[in-house]
């Protein structure tokens, strides 16, 4: 049940006119260190309007209509998720921050059936307390959209729209999620490993090593094959948000044509026979069946080969005539159990690699760079799971 009060002039023109019809703010959310290439994968997308200078490490802001949201979720592979900037508020006691956020017309962008879930952080402002911010935000709503539900129990386990609050210095910038859940979950996997790579991350390394699908590329500690899935979605330039669906659908302004018109100009552009030159191999049997089957499930995938075996038996020509890339991101941490041997592993696959795998271009992710002869070498200071990591591209030496 909608308020009467802002049941008139008719919903849908308002919505028309509010938010379909005008552009807005939206920010790419990125890992740190991810915000340049993240910003050059948004320039040029359908609908969004050149992203403006990089102004924080955590993302990337454009200016766009709905439909350039659409755009950048489907095909962002470097994003975490989209956030739509629809209200600022400076308020320094509770009743004006309710006051002002009442007067929004949450009602233009919210689905009345679909539970809200607030979450709030704050530096440097009087209204510090995010649970009262998060109540008094969700009672302004409710004042709008009577029958609107809030997220109680198990939030990762049932469709939610996700509202945030950030305030800095007394003004609170208020966003929708647009995503749903993060843009690495692409709607492939079936299961994953230890401590698994997220896939924007992988993406990320990929383009930042140069890969374009037009050379061979191994994956030889592929775990999950999360390396491997991404190599061949930037091959066939597949879109990474092709399989899953996205908290916009559920919105009012939402139009299934201009979706559905999307998707067959991306289909367009992906390529069904181009060859896949790729190997992923573990020597973990169990986790290379699972990839396997993953790899059945869809058939963009079909031309990844599975080959399970270990790292230090492998030889190049077993694959390959002529170099091509390898990519690496050794075991550390939870994935060794801390053990003290990592050291002395990370030394014996420098070994491998300089005697078995020169002329090869190699790109390296983890928490300590190879000791290596490397030509051409590139360092990138990314991080996983909060743990910092130095991504190293180049040549193995001659």
Known sequence: MMNPEIAAPSLDKRIKRQVIGKDHGFFAVCSPGLAPLCKAELTGLDGLQPPEPIASREGVSFQSRLTGCYSANLWSRTATRILMRVLEVAATEFSHFHSKCRKFPWELFLPIDIPIRIQATTHHCRLHHSEALAERLVEAI?????RIPRMQADPENRACQRIFIRGIDDRFAISLDTSGDPLYKRGIKQ???KAPLRETLAASVLKLAGYDGSRFLLDPMCGSGTFSLEAAMIARNVPPGWLRRFSFMHWPGFKQPQWDHLRRKAEGTIRHQHPLPIVASDIDTRLCGTLEETIRSQPFLEGIVVHPADFFHMQPSDFSRE?????????????????????????????????DFRQWRLAWL?????????????????VSGGIPLTLVVGMIGQ
């Open 323 to 355: 170099p091509g890339w390898i990519v690496l991101n050794p075991p550390y941490g939870i994935r060794l159990r801390e053990s003290p041997g990592i050291a002395s592993f990370h030394r014996e696959i420098c070994s491998k690699l300089s005697k």
């Open 191 to 193: 299961s994953v490993g």
């Open 366 to 382: 983890s928490p300590d760079e190879p000791n290596l002869d490397l030509s051409f070498s590139r360092r990138y200071r990314l």
């Open 142 to 146: 409710q004042a709008r959209i009577p």
